[in-house]
T-cell receptor
């Protein structure tokens, strides 16, 4: 599978600021997923997107499935210290119904 | 808890030794996946099980890697004659079934260090 282009690689922000990260691919995906990984833990699913153009929120998190089906973004509003972690995008290609393709992650640091 | 569990959490081994990593999926989940996460990288797909069969082994990096699943539940990933480049975190995930492979729930991983 292909590796997705995820940016930025890292972010260092102050508590209360909004955060935006995105992922792009060279091919279309049927599903976009956003995960968060804390140190020593496995990734935890935050948001799943299934349709082009879909905009979905989960508390302070909002994610969108790009209309070209080749990109997605994740926004975090009013960041708090517990938002610290690594955020990964992942996608499923049309002909592969199970092998998730992952980005390299965005490392988020939040200072009080 | 009711999540995916993996053991051991950490494994240090010498180059050339064999290792076995275990995954216990969420009860009732028929689909199981193994991924590898190298330092600073995203997750790399290794293998997928539906029940006890593995329709896709294409992600296994070499013939030193093998995996099995028995009873439709526990899975074991075996790495023979380990090499230093095998050092990584090995993550297991499960999902409810073949129609819901997008919602994969991950375990905490096994950190493998090959000296």
């Amino acid at each position: 599978g292909q590796q997705l282009n995820q940016s930025p690689q890292s972010m260092f922000i102050q508590e209360g600021e909004d955060v935006s990260m995105n992922c792009t691919s060279s091919s279309i995906f049927n599903t976009w997923l956003w995960y968060k990984q804390d140190p020593g833990e496995g990734p935890v699913l935050l948001i799943a997107l299934y349709k082009a153009g879909e905009l979905t929120s989960n508390g302070r998190l909002t994610a969108q499935f790009g209309i070209t089906r080749k990109d997605s973004f994740l926004n975090i509003s009013a960041s708090i210290p517990s938002d610290v972690g690594i955020y990964f995008c992942a996608g499923l290609e049309p002909n592969s119904g199970y092998a998730l393709n992952f980005g390299k992650g965005t490392s988020l640091l939040v200072t009080p | 808890g009711a999540g995916v569990s993996q053991s051991p959490s950490n494994k240090v081994t010498e180059k050339g030794k064999d290792v076995e990593l275990r995954c216990d999926p969420i009860s009732g989940h028929t689909a199981l996946y193994w991924y590898r996460q190298s330092l600073g990288q995203g997750l790399e797909f290794l293998i997928y099980f539906q029940g006890n069969s593995a329709p896709d082994k294409s992600g296994l990096p070499s013939d030193r890697f093998s995996a099995e699943r028995t009873g439709g539940s526990v899975s074991t990933l075996t790495i023979q004659r380990t090499q230093q480049e095998d050092s990584a975190v090995y993550l297991c995930a499960s999902s409810p079934g073949p129609l819901r492979t997008d919602t994969q729930y991950f375990g905490p991983g096994t950190r493998l260090t090959v000296l």
